[in-house]
């Protein structure tokens, strides 16, 4: 009997009987390699892998090849694979290393993939079955290997193979709002995984660990630090520790970026100005590019955040985003870098609704920007809130690529500590109609560049990994991060899948638990607009570190941070009327959008408060009046975590002690936080709809004056 | 074959084969359990312990209960052991619980522990081996449970046990400088392990493992926030919390402490004074601690830093430390909680030698605090420098508990990267002879309470530990926090047997492991002393920081903070004149001491520059100069930590791959910053001798002003 399938028979056997001994803290993520409990399927993989040959000695194959071992011999309890070479079962090998018959045999393939794309792929020889993993490079064969692996982790058959892929996106990217002190913006797991005053020369296995479970799932990029900038990023003194991160990621595909601080010629090139048009900056900025790639060659280009926020940009100088943003272009294009120029604007002295201004800003410039610049576009016109309508700029710049930027740390979400599965609300934005090109002008076409046919592509996800051990401060939030990249890979993906295979390669396979917690995780975002901002409600959360509810807020220096902005509560209703009547954002849709959601009857319930000032009185599809309609929502956005955590408690059996439990403290800690957004919400409401709670919806427990009193000192990423 | 000899056995194998796969990232710390691989041992063990039986119930039962079964699961490979009650082979029981034949077999031992301490004996009866683990209390049976599995984890014999072992110092705490923003002050392994905001409701695992470490090793208290305190920590939104992590801690044996900001009453109490003698104040506090006891009964009570370094204190009102300290103590009395109050002042209006402040500010109140106030008191009269002479104030209060108070986090010793074994530094300070009762009136003693009858005992840590994976930043470093606690709990073990312990449990048993990574560490501290500061040099470090050297700081605010204060390198010489003809801070130990220390013939040479300001040309004892000692001991230094790095290559067969890559980084560095050192203070002090390097001593390879330039943003722990 094989010495690893014994010992996966008792570690799998240990783990119900003693959970503490091989207690499991979540660091591996989604690549548990779960050994194959099931022997006949698990004997039907051995049957197609006894041999196993990786063409190549890249570091990149070098990597793919360790990976596959790795999972192979976990999943399977076998570490002993032959290699018969050209004979082998599994070949895995990019197409310079492919031997002649397997080129001829694969070519038809191996020309409807990218760089990135693979081949999975099996043959019929002489009654045997054969397996190809192949791309046009080593990385892409990599993710073939990923592929392969998730396959087996989710236990799926691999006897008929014919998988051709590539990812849809060029620029799959994690954006980690890190600050040099390893503070995290908006980071709840903890603080940075950058370990910048041991860089260069420790390497933290941390770093390979990351890396790995980004190739997993297609991501090859990642901004190292926040987009609120620190110029000494760009200094000799950190590039050295960004050069050591880079060594790390290259053979993993990945690629790394910094985001460049606008004002950096001034502050730590000794330049009195930052002007994009001055002859000086200029040169700055392209001696500072050739310096970091003489260190970094395939570094990726800036992410810059300029004139938002304090942040500064070329409007300091009189210039616009335009010189901006192509300034750093000029400076890159020579190394094939590119710029990432934030959209996210809105002005403090602009007194239209902030949600029209990043694209009255923006449309205009379309077509003025350089070849190697992309346009950043957060998922709707506010900031990442529990639900928005797409950001309008969607569709309206057919001349300038589009990247989209999800959040995945969840600033007004709940944070760490709520359950929320994300793929659930991407998918929905990225299968939003823009109808600019007529129906099916979906958002994920515009994001891809099939709507206008970009030839740069890119998506950028807002990274929720801190240095907890589990990386994200909650194991279930583990999914929103494979979630984002799975769709940054392929945009059409469902999230149901997403829930299946996440589930499948982070716990088990047992239908008994993938089914249940499938259904649950679907139903989390839903729960959290419910028991947040139902109905289109926005912005309501706790000022600064957005920690809970706020709605009363009304007394920031800015009018647009205030809650009261967004919700427009008074004796006659409440909403933000975004029509004709009022700041007439709809017209910055396309015009069957505009119309459907400039009028109250056809504008989807889920907006209705985002688009319209809407009387208390006011009818809803059901029948309920309005502020019955909200208190009944947020009362059950209650019920669905219930739910939740009712279907939690019985999965005990198929997760160990430590992730069980973990879960299960969150899942308390969301309830508690719900009842409380429920209750401070419809108290602070009910102050201007004069109306009683209906049938229905529990009391409050506190009063309105005990919820504004909460103060929460030191909340995390603030 | 039992199932968990096999995993364990297979654990064992692919550790070497595949050291990725079972990969270690030293979490477990020195409860690593490893399975006995000699299996004449492991029978040997076997024999004594196939029935094992628990009496009682409480919460500290089932830990030790639990962590006993985990121990011998992993250690023996097996798991199912009977339960034969009394007539078990192996009886835990505290004495309450001890049937009637072993009470009256057990009578002798028990009378001679304290309430903490332990009884391990082996009985032969009817010719078979029957061992008892008792104490007066479940603690201290837990304590004994502990000391059991160390003994199997270092591989002793269990045959003939006979182990009556009671801790020699009451208090035994560690100091956590941890802020409420999870920054940690001198904190070089990550951030803080405590994370407010998710407590009271998510209880990380690492609380429960961080509470099983430390009983393991006897710590019996934690005060959880920084002595740079903020007020908050005592309001309710906190206490909450702090309640929270005591209940987690309570079966463990620990007991919570906090920092007490002397100014409470003022910034969370409404208070205008905070004036110790003032009514309103001594009601606020008194109600405070009420308010605590309330919420934690076995509260432990307060430390406090005041009027040091800019914190606030009695003096602020015109009172002294006696009447703040026993202010609080009166609050704390009915409660049996205690007052730390640290002696750790000195002032920037007082010109006279630093090293003698606290000294001349303490002594004087020598029997007037209250029975439960103890002076915390750090083990130099400095500030935590890789050497210095034994605190003047030890012996010099007989009328006053002294706890001491070590640094374990090292602050001025290489921080998380430089293998410095600690109780090495530990042992030299508490076995300093401080002559004020005659000869072997030793540190220990003074600490222990036996030289001066003192009722209560303390010593304090300053912890290492944060939310790094591996606690401590570095594996290697594991061992001060091990060290430490094994000292509190007998500080007259020797640093041999720790080592050789710790090492034992964390890595390996093997003799080619031990005995050569044992001598490393033991050396490893007399490195640290030589690269940073020989014969007698302190506080020549940058500034703030304190990472690397700054011997040529001379611009700051208050000139003790200045590097140039201590060395006070000129023409002439160098080092600090403390005898009659300079400060004469050696009249403030016992004469037979400061006859020592005071006169340059008999001063040991490890002090040389603490107490004399001595000439370039002076003849060390070796017959060199001065100027050539200092060159050849900073090379000396370098050349130790080369042979570290040799030792530990050889090691590789003995370590999983993580841990032995991590070391092996951490040691490249450790050998970068020692040249640093050399070169820098070299070059420095240089100037003054005017003196070429001797033979043996490598060039420097930057300049001075290179060496000066140096900076180091968002360096950690400042």
Not at 4 to 19: E, H, K, M, N, P
Not at 283 to 307: C, H, R, S
Not at 681 to 689: A, E, G, N, R
Not at 713 to 718: D, I, L, Q, R
Request: proline share 4%.
């Amino acid at each position: 009997m094989n010495r690893l399938i014994l010992r996966q028979f008792l570690l799998l056997t240990l783990c119900f009987v003693s959970g503490n001994v091989f207690s499991n803290n979540g660091y591996k993520l989604w690549l548990q390699y779960n050994f194959v409990e099931d022997s006949k399927l698990r004997e039907e993989y051995k049957v197609g892998l006894n041999s196993i040959f990786f063409a190549g000695n890249s570091e990149t194959v070098k990597v793919a090849s360790k990976e596959l071992m790795l999972g192979l011999s976990e999943m399977l309890g076998e570490e002993n694979f032959k290699n018969n070479k050209w004979n082998s079962q599994l070949v895995c090998a990019s197409e310079a290393f492919l031997n002649h018959e397997l080129k001829k045999l694969l070519k038809s393939e191996l020309e409807e993939i990218n760089d990135e794309g693979f081949v999975l792929k099996t043959f019929m020889v002489h009654g045997k079955q054969k397996t190809v993993i192949t791309g046009k490079t080593d990385i892409g064969t990599m993710y073939g290997v990923y592929h392969f692996l998730r396959l087996l982790q989710t236990h799926q058959s691999i006897k008929q193979l014919n998988v051709i892929e590539s990812p849809k996106i060029k620029v799959r990217v994690l954006n980690h709002w890190d600050n040099l002190d390893r503070t995290v913006e908006r980071g709840y797991a903890g603080f940075s995984i950058w370990d910048w005053h041991r860089l260069p020369d420790y390497i933290d296995q941390r770093y390979i660990d990351y890396a790995r479970a980004n190739a997993s799932v297609g991501i090859n990029g990642v901004v190292l630090n926040n987009v609120n900038a620190n110029a000494l990023i760009l200094t000799p003194f950190y590039l050295e520790k960004v050069k050591a991160l880079a060594d790390v990621f290259r053979p993993y595909g990945i690629k790394v970026y910094l985001t460049a601080r606008f004002s950096a010629p001034i502050e730590i090139g000794d330049l009195k100005t930052a002007d994009p048009l001055d002859k000086n900056v200029i040169q700055w900025w392209n001696k500072k590019t050739e310096e970091i790639y003489k260190m970094i060659p395939d570094f990726g280009g800036y992410l810059v955040k300029a004139n938002s926020e304090g942040q500064p940009g070329p409007q300091n100088y009189g210039r616009n985003h335009v010189d901006g943003a192509n300034m750093l272009a000029d400076a890159l294009a020579t190394f094939k870098g590119i710029v990432m120029w934030r959209a996210f604007v809105y002005s403090e002295h602009d007194v239209t609704d902030r949600a029209k201004q990043a694209y009255s800003e923006f449309v205009p410039y379309d077509g003025q920007f350089k070849k190697n610049v992309v346009v950043q576009v957060k998922n709707g016109a506010i900031d990442f809130q529990p639900r928005e309508p797409f950001h309008p700029m969607f569709g309206a710049m057919p001349k300038t690529p589009l990247m989209m930027e999800f959040q995945i740390t969840q600033e007004y979400l709940g944070q760490s500590t709520h359950t929320v599965f994300l793929p659930k609300l991407f998918e929905e934005v990225l299968h939003e109609d823009t109808y600019v090109n007529g129906k099916g002008s979906i958002v994920a076409k515009d994001v891809d560049g099939s709507l206008h046919g970009d030839k740069l592509t890119g998506i950028a996800g807002v990274s929720n990994i801190g240095n907890d051990i589990n990386w994200t401060g909650n194991v279930m939030l583990q999914a929103n991060w494979y979630g984002y990249g799975r769709l940054a890979w392929n945009p059409y993906l469902s999230s149901g899948e997403i829930a299946d295979e996440w589930l499948r390669s982070t716990f088990s396979n047992d239908k008994k638990f993938v089914e249940p917690v499938k259904e649950m995780l679907l139903d989390s975002r839903e729960a959290v607009v419910n028991y947040m901002t139902p109905l289109g409600l926005h912005h309501i959360m706790a000022t600064g570190h957005h920690y809970g509810p706020g709605p009363w807020v009304s007394n920031l220096s800015r009018p647009e941070w205030n809650p009261v902005y967004y919700h427009k509560a008074d004796e006659n209703g409440v909403g933000f009327d975004r029509t004709k009547t009022g700041s007439n954002a709809v017209a910055q849709y396309a015009p069957e959008v505009a119309k459907m959601y400039g009028d109250i009857k056809t504008c989807p319930e889920e907006y209705l408060l985002w688009f319209h000032h809407v009387s208390w009185d006011y009818k809803l599809k059901d029948g309920n009046v309005l502020w019955d309609g909200i208190a009944l929502k947020y009362q059950e956005g209650v019920e669905e975590v219930k739910s939740m955590k009712k279907t939690w408690q019985k999965m005990k059996p198929y997760v160990d002690d430590e992730r069980f439990k973990e879960v299960n403290m969150f899942l308390d800690i969301q309830l508690k936080e719900a009842k409380w957004w429920r209750d401070s919400c419809l108290l602070y409401f009910q102050q201007y709809s004069k109306k009683e709670l209906p049938v229905g919806v529990d009391k409050p427990e506190h009063t309105l004056e005990y919820y504004k009193s909460l103060k929460f000192p030191f909340a995390p990423g603030n």
